[in-house]
């Protein structure tokens, strides 16, 4: 009996490849990332207390780049909790004033559902829609809040005139040659 069920093994791998052949071409086509239609704007990096915390760069979707849609990546370079990422956001928005407390905290609970914790390497991006924030963890939807409200504090936190990083946000405005 071994000796028919071997003489079926390479038929049953030629099926099989001849059953995935069609699929093949999907494995060689470059995957949609969250900035897939944007053109890279500016970039810069933002520290704390002299230590590097993330890389930023914009990429926007218009020859405005404080008019949505526009795209916020932020690639990681330290070890962060989820929690303290949505938790620096809420006071940065809170700092701008440009939302209530009942609304932070809202917004503060979505964000701590959303945000995964980061190792050195790993890519948060934020697209900003007229209606809405849809967030990317390393190419890979991990939510949204449908709030234009929202999307516009969220981004304010880099884009702002009065952001706590007005380095980054100069380096996030300026053109780059493309």
């Not at 407390?101 to 964000?111: H, V």
């Not at 390393?138 to 234009?148: C, L, Q």
Request: proline share 7%; aromatic share 10%; hydrophobic share 40%.
């Amino acid at each position: 009996m071994s000796s028919i069920s071997n003489s079926f093994i390479p038929r049953r791998r030629l099926l099989l490849g001849l059953a995935a052949w069609p699929l093949a071409g999907l494995a060689t086509t470059d995957p949609k990332t969250p900035t897939t239609g944007f053109r890279r704007w500016g970039s810069g990096e933002f520290r704390r207390f002299g230590l590097l915390i993330y890389e930023a760069t914009l990429w926007t979707g218009s020859d405005d780049p404080l008019r949505p849609p526009l795209a916020l990546e932020l690639t990681y370079k330290r070890k962060i909790s989820g929690r303290d990422i949505a938790d620096a956001s809420v006071q940065e928005i809170r700092n701008l004033g440009t939302a209530d407390e009942p609304r932070l905290r809202d917004w503060g609970e979505r964000m701590v559902k959303i945000f995964p914790d980061v190792r050195p390497g790993d890519q948060i991006v934020g697209v900003h829609l007229p209606d809405a924030a849809r967030f990317y963890f390393n190419d890979r939807s991990i939510g949204a809040v449908d709030d234009p409200a929202f999307a516009r504090a969220f981004f304010a936190i880099w884009l702002d005139a009065r952001t706590s990083a007005p380095d980054l946000r100069a380096a996030l405005l300026k053109r780059q040659d493309s």
